[in-house]
Nanobody
Framework: QVQLVESGGGLVQPGGSLRLSCKLT????????MNWYRQAPGNQRELVAF?????????NYAESVKGRFTISRDNDKSMLYLQMNSLKPEDTAVYYC??????????WGQGTQVTVSS
């Protein structure tokens, strides 16, 4: 079955950087549109970044992270990345990797905690 496993979360000071990774197994990675979501305590899960399937030529970001976060993919390695720079305390959340194929097929990772605090 398809599995998504995130890694790379942790504790970082404001202004610091982290790179999240997500590995997909059990299917052909390149066919999936990929997303990063996040959920802070008491908040709904929100879409942070999107990258199109195949060549990843299209990306989109939440306004709150534009210019600070970069989503990318490596189809050969079945990996999704989120480079997060200039981190702020309000970026603190559990970050989830999401794979979508068509309107009805999607998979979620277990999440990785990102905490931005001094």
């Amino acid at each position: 079955q398809v599995q998504l496993v995130e890694s790379g979360g942790g504790l970082v000071q404001p202004g610091g950087s982290l790179r999240l990774s997500c590995k997909l197994t059990g299917s052909l990675f390149s066919i999936y549109e990929m997303n990063w979501y996040r959920q802070a305590p008491g908040n709904q899960r929100e879409l942070v970044a999107f990258i199109s399937r195949l060549d990843g030529s299209k990306t989109n970001y939440a306004e709150s992270v534009k210019g600070r976060f970069t989503i990318s993919r490596d189809n050969d390695k079945s990996m999704l990345y989120l480079q997060m720079n200039s981190l702020k305390p309000e970026d603190t959340a559990v970050y989830y990797c999401n794979a979508q194929h068509g309107p009805t097929v999607q998979y979620w990772g277990q999440g990785t905690q990102v905490t931005v605090s001094s």
